[in-house]
């Protein structure tokens, strides 16, 4: 069933507003009669004209709306000075109902242009069916106008313009939940290695779950590509790295570790390099991500480490790629352990937990228990010690001195982390620790 419906008269010229009235007033009356047992929520898209004297187009539209009573509480018009500002509005007000099933009425010569901006701003969560809005007036044809720079060009030219109108909007747009926060360690010099771990805030994702820095995408989620991509070409501005240099690991949740350089494998929790200006990004959240730096021989890595990974032992597993590969010494090693969930909130059946007892019994709390807690932080620093990295290398949450602690538990900061064992939410976002050489 429909859940929303748009109608799109963004290209109409506004000196047919008459007849513009008249089309607007014969499409809700059929979607009220179609729609009395259940009315869909109603977004009618035009243009706000810059520079005249009028504010938009809704202006006219008002006398064609009031007599919609089914649909007065569910009807809004949205103008806009692009398409992209117009639907991305849209988009958010389909996201705060958890609306996922849309109509787009709209003129036949902009079907094409709007699957276009749709393949950009949505996800495969929502689902979109066209219909052509008839523009047929008594006396004549309506002749609808595109907009220059869109249908003129499409599609030649018009998806570089219609990617370079939706990244403006974007980028115009303020940020959320406070300012883009990079937290540093104290034991990685700064004038060997730029690096850090990101917390949620200061980026534009504005759905709850996922607001705001979110740095990951899926097909899955709300949150499309381009809106990721510019919370990374934020974060970039604010770190200092190229985003065209990034690489962010391929987890599988095991101990394979990429070589920069090297054929990349399919999936892998670790990876390294010695190349100058490369960004490696791993990703956290619950999971610990952990950074490597060698300030001897000018290497870095990053790794991604769950409790499966913890147990497999991908930690060690990138430090010795780094050894292998670059010469370095495991001593002159620093780790740091960047934000996770802590021993306070993680739980794990008993059956796993029984693997963490193994490595050390400090590992596990209420052993007895069906779910005991588990302190992946202090496994993960067991096997570094035993692989030979002295501990005053390693900086994790054993550090008491809070102004220098960076490993907080991302279950108990919910305003400064993601996390998925918080509350089980439905999403779990992503939390990225960056390393680049310099």
Known sequence: MVEAVLIDLFSLPANLQNNIQGLLCDTLETIEKCSSIHAPFVFVMCCQRQGSERKGEQEFLLPALGGFQNLKTRLEVVPALTTAAALYTIKQRLDEKDLSIIKVILPTLRKDLMKTYIDHLFTAVYQ???????????SENLQISEPQGEGQTFPSQGMALIQSEIQMHLESLPSLNGELTILRSSLIPDDTFLHGFTTRTGGISYIPALSSCNLFSSSKRRDPQVVVKENLRRLANAAGFNTEAFHRLKIDHANAVCIMGKTEPDSYDGIVT????VTLAAPGADCIPVLFADPVRKACGAAHSGWKG?????????IN??????????????????????PCCYRLPHESAKEFHKIHPKCVRLFDSASPYIDIRRATRILLERGGVPPENIQDDSITDQNQNITFCTACHPDKFYSHFRGLASYQSKTETVSLTL
């Open 274 to 277: 010695d190349q100058k200006g």
């Open 321 to 342: 790629a780094m050894v292998s590969e670059y010469g370095c010494n495991v001593k002159d090693i620093l780790v740091v352990l960047g934000p996770s969930v802590g």
């Open 310 to 318: 913890t147990l497999l032992g991908v930690s060690m597993a990138t």
């Open 128 to 138: 979109f069916e066209f219909e052509d809005l008839q523009v047929v007036s008594d």
